[in-house]
């Protein structure tokens, strides 16, 4: 009996401190058999999931949006959890060495409770070498668990913050939800078209961290945006068919930046689908919605490449990203997962941003 409960609990004690390190320490994904990070943030994200679907949908986002902070809290609690119910498996095995014996299980995790939170009551002492051992890496992994994840907390939302101060500012121009036609006209309008590659050159900086960033701690994908109708997917989609309109369908403008920041796009979205998305069926672009956009770009003084011509290049161009993109929309329920604009939308006059 001693020997099974000293293996469980050393088993234990090295799944909960693998998973800490791979999630919080190690900045880039690792494989693993198993992650009890992994499946309590997936399983937990498919039951609220489930559970909202069968509600109604107006307070979804809301609820939605406390998720990764709960699952933070949630992945702390999973982990010191796993570390008491294998330091107090351990004791257990150990108890001859403890002052006075306890005399269940019962008994030995709450003292491993004790050790592991640094509690010390002094109820029962360790009197054996082997039990002092334990006691006192039980503190210190305890200790260590809940700093690093407070650290963890800190570079979660630093993270989030620098993610969302483009988004926010993406609305000025592309709206809520953001369209690369509504984007591409208020540039226009405002007489902004030469500093296109700017924008798209700020937006590859973007690209770059949010790759790093969401590479290495993939629960930041799940936290939301706290303006209405705005997501970071949105937002990407957004830069990335601005960026193939660019390239493939409007004339005469600087192509440079927009080149690289479809490419720097396109390389984020497939590195964040290959997390684990499964492919789905994209809802694709049809045609009339592509002339409708085409007329609202020539309407605000765009020189366009002939239609017939520039269609299949801008699909093809879309295609590298459009798919994935949506998949990760859906999974993550993000708002705006037609980035050119609503087909309904597109042939709607433009409002205007508001001048200041």
Known sequence: MEVVAFAAGALLLVLALWD??????????????????????RGSWR???????ARPARSHDTILGLFAPAATVALLGAWLVTLIVGYGLILFALRDELRPVPPDLGSSLYFAASSVLTLGFGDIVATGAAARIVIVVAAVTGLGTVALVVTFLFSLYGSYQRREVRVVALQAAAGAPPSAVALLENYARLGLVGRLPELFLDWERWAVEVLDSHIAYPLLGFFRSSHDNLSWISALGTILDAASLMLTT???VPRGEAKLAKRVGTHLVEDIFNLGFRSGIPTGLDRAAFDAACSRLEAAGYTLEARDAAWPHFEAARATYAPRLEAMARYWATPATSWLGDPVAL????????DP
């Open 250 to 252: 409007i004339s005469r």
């Open 347 to 354: 042939r709607a006059p433009l409002h205007p941003v508001d």
């Open 20 to 41: 800490l390190f791979e999630t919080v320490v190690v900045p880039r994904p690792t494989p693993g058999w198993f992650r009890i990070s992994r499946y309590l943030v």
């Open 47 to 53: 039951g609220l999931r489930a559970i909202l679907n």
